[in-house]
């Protein structure tokens, strides 16, 4: 089923190289994408954003790019630092019977290397 | 700005107690709020949909009997496992969001996530 699985797709990188951490969302209506960043024994904060009337939006060292053909999202690191090791989801907003709701993806943990 | 907290932020239980767990929205008002869990290693699961002041909307698989949820006020909103047993042992998270405006730190559209509750059923 939906995120089964205890083991975690993993990206390790060096301290200073560019991290890009991939993400296939499920419903082509979805439109509102966000990424988010747990660490250990945390909440999700907020990365960045997209809505799905464009294909890239920069932040802060950070990049995310929306593919709707197949459905896919990126989040670029720029200049990996150790302090963004964590895990990496992304979640798609899915309109659901009038309403809408966050379903969130499998994860990526995220380790950088000194 | 936009800050959700959650109390306790871990506690262990015999099985067959109840467990409420709390979540407020400090600095906005919380037209919805969310209840996600997540058991290890793996993904948020969002339980259940709250608006304040009518029921919770839960979602498929959730038994609305044993996690009961109460939003009785735009900053506040409760979970309460009932008689838990191991396997609700869990990470417990909340957010909120808010279509009222007003704060201007506050984006309509976003949830705000809660720092989590750890629950152990022994």
């Given at each position: 089923?939906?995120?089964?699985?205890?083991?975690?797709?993993?990206l390790?990188?060096?301290?200073?190289?560019?991290?890009?951490?991939?993400?296939?969302?499920?419903?082509?209506?979805?439109?509102?994408?966000?990424?988010?960043?747990?660490?250990?024994?945390?909440?999700?904060?907020?990365?960045?954003?997209?809505?799905?009337?464009?294909?890239?939006?920069?932040?802060?060292?950070?990049?995310?790019?929306?593919?709707?053909?197949?459905k896919?999202?990126?989040?670029?690191?720029?200049?990996?630092?150790?302090?963004?090791?964590?895990?990496?989801f992304?979640?798609?907003?899915?309109?659901?019977?009038?309403?809408?709701?966050?379903?969130?993806?499998?994860?990526?943990?995220?380790?950088?290397?000194? | 700005?936009?800050?959700?907290?959650?109390?306790?932020?871990?506690?262990?239980?015999?099985?067959?107690t109840?467990?409420?767990?709390?979540?407020?929205?400090?600095?906005?008002?919380?037209?919805?709020?969310?209840?996600?869990?997540?058991?290890?290693?793996q993904?948020?699961?969002?339980?259940?949909?709250?608006?304040?002041?009518?029921k919770a909307?839960?979602?498929?698989?959730?038994?609305?009997?044993?996690?009961?949820?109460?939003?009785?006020?735009?900053?506040?909103?409760?979970?309460?496992?009932?008689?838990?047993?191991?396997?609700?042992?869990s990470?417990y998270?909340?957010s909120?969001?808010?279509?009222?405006?007003?704060?201007s730190?506050?984006?309509?559209?976003t949830?705000?996530?809660?720092p989590?509750?750890?629950l152990?059923?022994?």
């Amino acid at each position: 089923g939906e995120n089964v699985g205890l083991h975690l797709p993993t990206l390790s990188v060096q301290e200073g190289d560019n991290s890009i951490i991939n993400c296939a969302y499920s419903n082509s209506a979805s439109d509102y994408f966000i990424w988010y960043k747990q660490e250990s024994g945390k909440g999700p904060q907020f990365i960045i954003d997209i809505r799905s009337n464009m294909d890239k939006r920069q932040g802060q060292r950070v990049t995310v790019l929306l593919n709707k053909t197949v459905k896919h999202l990126s989040l670029q690191i720029a200049a990996t630092q150790p302090g963004d090791s964590a895990v990496y989801f992304c979640a798609e907003n899915m309109p659901q019977g009038g309403s809408e709701k966050l379903v969130f993806g499998k994860g990526t943990k995220l380790t950088v290397n000194p | 700005g936009a800050v959700v907290s959650q109390h306790p932020s871990r506690v262990i239980c015999k099985s067959g107690t109840s467990v409420k767990i709390e979540c407020r929205s400090l600095d906005f008002q919380a037209t919805t709020m969310f209840w996600y869990r997540q058991f290890p290693k793996q993904s948020l699961m969002l339980m259940a949909t709250s608006n304040e002041g009518s029921k919770a909307t839960y979602e498929q698989g959730v038994e609305k009997d044993k996690f009961l949820i109460n939003h009785a006020s735009l900053t506040l909103s409760t979970l309460t496992v009932t008689s838990a047993h191991p396997e609700d042992s869990s990470f417990y998270i909340c957010s909120a969001s808010s279509l009222a405006g007003g704060a201007s730190w506050v984006d309509q559209e976003t949830q705000y996530f809660g720092p989590g509750t750890r629950l152990l059923v022994l």
